[in-house]
């Protein structure tokens, strides 16, 4: 009997992965430029404001899939079934037999390449165990009714809050798996009131109706601590900010499709012109082995979610994700990102939890990037009750509430700064580690440091570049007196003085540490003052 169990098992498992998922990317697109020329044509006009406020270009990236080719990679006889596209990509993401997907490189000229999620199919194997993402945060903490005071003042986000920065004017999108009774619930009436919740979209069931999947509130939780408000006994980080809901996590399995899906979203998200994405998701192992990113792939720039969450971040997104709640299993995908903010969680005392996930040397930058309070944090479900819950999933929208509200104030900083000054004002910037990166963010300290680098307009200097490796220009235009230049950095120390004599001068940074720096010229009674990098 064992012996036939044991045969079932091997034929079931053999007829389940026989199907395999890959990335298929296409050669190029249609009608390119034109729509470059005319963007309003592919982007929403709140999107094309917001790239010109940061000085972000059009690009071909911004152009949709050619439809032709993905219908006719959706005909019957190709044998495969197409999930999600991508324009950044300029891909959809298939599932089918090696055979089929294989073929679809000689068969249809316009298809450039394929991408596997079994890495083993591409010369790369790779595994790793299962674990299930939301365990740890499904449970339930003995919670004080009504208390958010505690996870708020730890950031310092109420000091924003009483100079009315409550995120108005910031438009958040939210990628996550579930978001029954946002559009009926008590906890969301002011969003709703004040017209804020704008809409959303299932990329998981392809329907217009993100609130009809009830099988999981995990994104309703995660939506509170941003966005909810019951009077005297629950306020979001950014109660006042506008948002767009997107599902895209499928939470019956675990397969690479859902990074599909989420880049899909993220590629949506900035069409309609969102400045912050939250997403409090991360991937890693899949249901089948195959599929699973080693540690090695966890380094910024390689899985497909994550290469989306960059792009989303040059596309002037700021992208916020949870670190991830496999402790010290490392973080996962997107939170490793070069280009994203990745949350830790600590718990009400400000100290690491043990669940949180730990950054590594397989990370390219420092990752994770800041923490806030993730062990029992205040959360509303889909029954509109006010719990505790443990997870990233909850410090990751605390800290993206934060921002929201922090960009209110500074709108004319562009994502990157906003990065900067948040972790500029973290508790441990000068001795990041792996548990909490820079620490726990002050965001009263970061709209002060962020209004301090506002650059006057009266002197006409011009540093380059920046950021700088190692020679950095100066010019003046006109030298009328001796101008004086200090370099000091981010905790008010000077680590260079000189005297600038010449329309152009050079200077040497190569001994400064990397991080951010302020420079101070003064020419007589006036004062310019800029920020720089050094990388």
Same mark, same amino acid.
């Given at each position: 009997m064992k012996k036939v169990l044991l045969l079932f098992v091997i034929l079931y498992q053999f007829n389940a992965y026989a199907q395999q998922d890959a990335w298929v990317f296409f050669s190029d697109k249609e009608n390119v430029q034109s729509s470059i020329n005319n963007p309003i044509s592919i982007?929403?006009?709140?999107?094309?404001?917001?790239?010109?406020?940061?000085?972000?270009?059009?690009?071909?990236?911004?152009?949709?899939?050619?439809e032709n080719y993905i219908s006719q990679l959706k005909a019957p006889e190709t044998g495969v079934t197409v999930f999600a596209k991508s324009k950044w990509m300029n891909a959809v993401y298939v599932r089918g037999t090696e055979e089929a997907i294989n073929a679809l490189v000689t068969d249809f000229d316009f298809v450039s390449s394929v991408e596997f999620a079994d890495h083993s199919l591409n010369s790369n194997s790779r595994v790793g165990t299962i674990d299930d993402k939301f365990s740890i945060e499904e449970a339930a903490v003995t919670f004080n009714y009504g208390d958010t005071q505690n996870q708020v003042t730890m950031i310092n986000v109420d000091a924003l809050h009483l100079d009315d920065y409550t995120g108005e004017g910031v438009i958040v999108a939210v990628l996550d798996s579930g978001f029954p009774n946002v559009d009926t619930m008590g906890a969301f009436q002011r969003l709703r009131d004040n017209n804020d919740l704008l809409d959303g979209y299932d990329f998981v069931d392809r329907t217009d109706n993100v609130y009809a999947f009830t099988g999981n509130d995990h994104g309703t939780k995660v939506l509170s601590d941003m966005a909810g408000f019951i009077q005297d006994q629950f306020v979001g980080t950014a109660p006042? +900010?506008?948002?767009?809901?997107?599902?895209?996590?499928?939470? /019956? $399995?675990? *397969?690479? &499709?859902?990074e599909a899906y989420w880049v899909e979203a993220a590629e949506r998200a900035d069409s309609l012109g969102v400045h912050l994405i939250n997403t409090s998701l991360g991937y890693k192992t899949y249901d089948?082995?195959?599929?699973?990113?080693?540690?090695?792939d966890l380094d910024g720039n390689t899985t497909f979610i994550t290469r989306g969450a960059n792009i989303a971040n040059e596309k002037g997104i700021l992208v916020v994700t949870s670190a991830g709640n496999s402790g010290t299993a490392g973080v996962g995908a997107p939170a490793d990102g070069t280009g994203v903010l990745s949350?830790?969680?600590?718990?009400?005392?400000?100290?690491?939890?043990?669940?949180?996930?730990?950054?590594?040397?397989?990370?390219?930058?420092?990752?994770?990037?800041? +923490?806030?309070?993730?062990?029992?944090?205040?959360?509303?479900? /889909? $029954?509109? *009750?006010? &719990?505790?819950?443990?997870?990233?999933?909850?410090?990751s929208p605390i800290v993206a509430g934060g921002i929201a509200s922090l960009w209110?104030?500074?709108?004319?900083?562009?994502?990157?700064?906003?990065k900067n000054y948040v972790r500029m004002s973290a508790s441990q910037y000068t001795t990041p580690d792996y548990l909490i990166g820079y620490g726990i963010p002050d965001f009263q300290l970061a709209?002060?440091?962020?209004?301090?680098?506002?650059?006057?307009?009266?002197?006409?200097?011009?540093?380059?570049?920046?950021?700088?490796?190692?020679?950095?220009?100066?010019?003046?235009?006109?030298?009328?007196?001796?101008?004086?230049?200090?370099?000091?950095?981010?905790?008010g120390k000077r680590v260079l003085e000189q005297n600038i004599t010449e329309s152009s001068t050079s200077l040497d940074t190569s001994a400064m540490a990397p991080g951010m720096y302020i420079l101070n010229f003064q020419s007589g009674e006036t004062i310019k003052t800029y920020k720089l990098i050094k990388s």
């Open positions: 982007l929403t006009q709140q999107a094309i404001d917001r790239k010109n406020t940061q000085g972000i270009a059009i690009d071909a990236r911004d152009v949709p899939v050619n006042d +900010a506008s948002y767009y809901l997107f599902r895209t996590e499928d939470v /019956a $399995s675990e *397969t690479p &499709v859902e089948n082995p195959n599929y699973s990113h080693t540690d090695a949350i830790a969680a600590v718990d009400a005392n400000g100290d690491y939890v043990a669940f949180s996930s730990q950054g590594s040397a397989f990370q390219t930058t420092q990752k994770p990037d800041v +923490a806030a309070q993730g062990a029992a944090a205040a959360v509303v479900n /889909a $029954s509109n *009750t006010i &719990v505790g819950n443990n997870g990233t999933s909850f410090s209110q104030a500074l709108p004319n900083a562009t994502n990157e700064d906003i709209l002060n440091i962020g209004l301090s680098l506002q650059e006057v307009t009266y002197l006409q200097f011009k540093v380059f570049p920046n950021p700088v490796n190692d020679i950095l220009t100066v010019q003046i235009p006109t030298l009328n007196d001796v101008t004086v230049l200090r370099v000091f950095d981010i905790l």
